[in-house]
């Protein structure tokens, strides 16, 4: 399933109106999915924090790439402890990404003050995003990034890996192949040999075969002696389609654990579907179905906290809240969820 969203920029206009009022103050089947057998995750660096958990072994987190996020009184409510940022690779490297950078800096610094853990996933920059970055410039870049913010440890080299040459009304841009994403994968290890690394970040697809190709291919690449011990999913597909295959394929070829690195019930994606916050619930439950029936699966990250700000028109709407902050129906089916409560104490929006 392709997302029509744009990394960062769709967020920076939310992010600095949101800065300045602080300041001032994805073969169908409806049934739940099968579990599998029951597994040990031990790939967890000692430096991660217990969060809130949902099934037992599963670690759950809100992202967004709006600072304000951390100050909310729903946010809180739901008791996380970890979350997710994508940013350009040469964040810390380049004169014309000093925007985006002074954004991630408000970002981490209000998660650090409330003890969130942050996975920093890489992606394409916005001076060149049609052309990928050789190893050597990758390497350079993310380097300087880590000089900058040491207190990340948690990364992934590429978000959305397979997501292929993207030309829309939104913005273009490329991504890279099994080939770059290893090369990208070890540099990263080799920069960072203490940071717990996401191997792979792949998107959904309602063909999974695709999908797993380019996992195959990128095991080819990356060896044996390197493979990875935790991967990335977005299944969006699966989950707002109410199927998951896609999710149990990539489960099935992976070795170790699989973050759902980004995933949640859509409200609107043009042209797949309508804005409907009653599918959206559904869909957010049945995002939960599928994580807690496959014990592989061990953390989970929802994207995201706001919604658009013109709701009934934009391409992408995932936000478990509206954009004037007020809770949607997915929201208490998170909060419900994590809490182990039965009725969610807050009234929602509605469409």
């Known amino acids: 399933m392709r997302l029509t969203r744009t990394p960062l920029v769709a967020a920076v206009a939310v992010v600095a109106a949101a800065f300045a009022a602080s300041s001032a103050l994805a073969s169908k089947a409806t049934s739940k999915p099968t579990a599998h057998a029951s597994q040990t995750a031990t790939a967890h660096s000692s430096r991660t924090p217990t969060a809130h958990t949902s099934q037992a072994g599963l670690e759950v987190g809100v992202a967004d790439e709006n600072p304000s996020v951390f100050e909310s009184s729903y946010y809180k409510a739901l008791k996380l402890k970890i979350s997710r940022y994508f940013l350009p690779y040469d964040i ?14 408000v970002w981490i610094s209000r998660a650090e003050t409330e003890g969130i853990q942050p996975l920093v996933a890489f992606y394409h920059n916005f001076a060149t995003p049609t052309k990928m970055p050789s190893v050597a410039t990758y390497t350079k870049d993310v380097e300087a990034f880590l000089k900058l913010f040491p207190q990340v440890t948690l990364l992934q080299p590429w978000n959305e890996v397979n997501r292929g040459n993207v030309r829309e009304r939104s913005g273009n841009y490329d991504s890279p192949t099994p080939k770059q994403s290893a090369q990208y994968y070890l540099a990263l290890k ?11 970040d792949v998107l959904d697809s309602t063909t999974p075969a ?6 195959n291919a990128f095991k080819k690449d990356v060896g044996s002696k390197n493979m990875p011990k935790i991967w990335g999913l977005h299944n969006y597909s699966d989950t707002n389609h109410f199927y998951d295959q896609g999710t149990r394929d990539v489960l099935n070829d992976v070795p ?17 579907f309508g804005f409907s916050l009653s599918r959206q619930k559904k869909a957010t439950s049945y995002m939960f179905d599928i994580a807690d029936a496959h014990s592989k699966i061990t953390r989970l990250y929802v994207y995201q906290f706001y919604g658009a700000k013109n709701e009934k028109k934009a391409s992408f709407d995932a936000g478990l809240m509206n954009y004037k902050g007020k809770p949607r129906p997915a929201y208490c089916v998170v909060y419900e969820h994590l809490l182990g409560k039965k009725k969610c104490p807050y009234k929602t929006v509605k469409n």
């Open 256 to 272: 170790g654990q699989v973050w759902l690195t980004e995933t949640g019930g859509l409200a609107k994606l043009s042209p797949s």
């Open 190 to 200: 080799k920069v960072c040999p203490t940071c717990t690394i996401v191997g792979l």
């Open 92 to 105: 810390a490297a380049s004169s014309k990404e000093k925007a985006q950078l002074y954004y991630f800096e």
């Open 210 to 215: 695709a999908t797993i190709d380019y996992i």
